[in-house]
């Protein structure tokens, strides 16, 4: 079931015995994730057990017309919600239109929200209004990156999961075992493990698209003293990497180096940064690191915002540090 995604098995079988212990039952369940883990396909084979009439023990049975169902992507009883559709009040009143016309007997209705965004209090007020209504057995199910994008009133009526992303030794067995990346050392692959949040499906694909360009841009940076800020300007402009973020791991690891930490994103590449590493004054590589800091936060948070004109800002501020 998850052979290209094995850390979720573990998570499998805790939801399983979780749903046994409460079977019969309406309930709401909140599962918080850090970072990307496919838990979309966790959550699409849990409730094509749970859906399933002739499941043994932790297994559906891939025969029964809820499981044909389901594979096709048509059962009646599973509503499926991604975080690209607006939740509004018409979006609610559709879901309780759908649970009460689409009677289908003999198993649960499953309404699934993806990646959930709390957006309104009359929405949240009409979907609470809407889980205590059913009699019937209705199990509502919420993803999220964070807590913080559910409302109290909804998590205090859910139960809640937490799943963690996989260690760091495990991932990169991983991905030797799996991948055979024989030509990229140890070091290289847990720098790239850390620098995408210990997330198995974003190494994966930096690994397999990314990771040329980020050697490039750590060999540019050592050459940081000759000053090509116009090239510097081009590389962070670059969409098909995020080499701003770069920067500031780059920016993290040498002012940790500073203090003799052990603990570093570039782990393969900490000998580049000595050129930028002599130049500069601590005080001056914390400056940098919160500027770098604050580009990202206004690039992420502040719609319509003029990427380039904060690109060149901080290339200017950085090189101006430098001179
Ligand atoms: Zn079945």
Do not use: A
């Amino acid at each position: 079931m998850f052979t290209e995604n094995p850390w979720l098995l573990k998570y499998y079988d805790i939801l399983i015995k979780f749903c046994l212990n409460i079977f019969n039952k309406s309930f709401n369940l909140v599962i918080n994730y850090p970072c990307e883990l496919n838990v979309k396909l966790l959550i699409n084979v849990l409730s094509k057990w749970i859906l399933c009439k002739k499941k043994k023990r932790k297994y559906f049975c891939n025969i029964c017309s809820n499981c044909y169902f389901f594979d096709k992507k048509i059962h009646p009883n599973f509503y499926f919600l991604n975080n690209d559709i607006k939740i509004d009040i018409d979006c609610i009143r559709n879901i309780n239109l759908k649970l009460i016309n689409n009677i289908y007997f003999g198993s649960y209705k499953i309404i699934f929200f993806n990646n959930y965004n709390f957006v309104n209090i009359y929405v949240n007020n009409y979907l609470l209004k809407l889980m205590e209504e059913f009699y019937f057995k209705v199990i509502f199910i919420f993803t999220c990156f964070s807590y913080i994008k559910i409302p109290n009133t909804l998590l205090s009526r859910s139960y809640r999961f937490f799943i963690f992303p996989p260690s760091e030794i495990y991932l990169l067995n991983f991905f030797k075992k799996k991948y055979f990346l024989n030509n990229i050392s140890d070091k290289s692959i847990i720098s790239i493990i850390r620098i995408n949040y210990f997330s198995p499906l974003k190494t994966l694909f930096f690994l397999k698209n990314q990771f040329n360009k980020r050697l490039f841009f750590l060999n540019f940076m050592n050459n940081f003293i000759y000053k090509k800020e116009i090239k510097m300007i081009e590389i962070l402009l670059d969409e098909s990497i995020d080499n701003l973020f770069l920067l500031l791991t780059i920016f993290f690891d040498i002012i940790y180096f500073e203090f003799n930490n052990k603990y570093y994103y570039n782990l393969d590449s900490l000998f580049l940064f000595k050129n930028i590493l002599n130049n500069l004054l601590l005080n001056d590589k914390i400056r940098i690191f919160y500027k770098i800091y604050l580009c990202i936060n206004n690039i992420n948070n502040i719609y319509f915002i003029n990427k380039k004109i904060l690109i060149y800002e901080l290339v200017y501020y950085i090189y101006f540090l430098n001179k």
